[in-house]
């Protein structure tokens, strides 16, 4: 029996960084939501596990037991007792470390899919997520919540005003990997995050990551003239960008104006679960 999931692209609506802790992260603030497109990921029962990579963003990909799916699959059969193994297929479609959670939510498909193959009742994909990395929790719900801690305490949040928003995901290509980016935080606290109030915030990670790829200004910029945008920012550490639309057809048209005048950009129409 052949099972998919689609591994959901996490946006930090806002996001607020408060302090370095002594292990090295971060305290942070965020209002967590997910798109309808993602990554693609399916898996069959066998013996074994394995992991093949395909689609726009599988190159320089490693298929092997360093991969987040199968980490991630791997702890929840010890965690569960589970003896057999498992074969997945990932149809890479989101950029690699661009700041809307690929890799995490990679790994949160890989959870639930595993615990639907295997009939789990007793041993949850939540018990391992966070042992997997800090965005895995929140990418195994693929809802709107508020996170603090690293991001890994949850609470839900009513999203009901933000399913089927209009969205528009653009990335310059241009890597920009975590470490590097919380390296480059000034370390000032800017303040609390009222979940509520996150059109007006901000994502305090923009800054930093603004200094190392400066492409990202410039998708920023070309954001902010489009006509009917609600909102324009970028999403966790970068460095993806997104906007929310009035309707489904000013999107299509941002979309359009911006393959057109930027050919080597990745643009992603979708909406908000």
Known sequence: MHLTETAHAKLNLALHVRRRRADGYHELETVFAFTEAGDVLGVDAADDYSLTITGPFSQGLSDGPDNLVLKAAKALAHAAGIRTGAAFTLDKRLPIASGIGGGSADAAAALRLAARLWA??????????????????????????????????????????????????????????????????????????????????????????????PEIGHVLHELEQQRDLRLSRMSGSGATCFALFETAAARDAAAAAITRHHADWWVLPTALL
Request: glycine share 10%; hydrophobic share 35%; aromatic share 4%.
């Open 120 to 213: 789990l009742d007793t041993v949850r994909p939540m018990d391992v997520a966070t042992d997997i990395g800090a965005d895995v929790p929140a990418c195994v719900l693929s809802q709107s919540c508020f996170g603090t801690g690293v991001g890994e305490q949850l609470e839900p949040l009513d999203g009901s005003r933000l399913t089927g928003l209009p969205v528009l995901l653009v990335n310059p290509q241009r890597p920009c990997p975590t470490g590097p980016v919380f390296k480059a935080w000034d370390g000032v606290d800017r303040g609390s995050l009222q979940p509520e109030d996150w059109m007006d915030s901000r994502n305090d990670l923009q800054a930093p990551a603004l200094s190392l790829v």
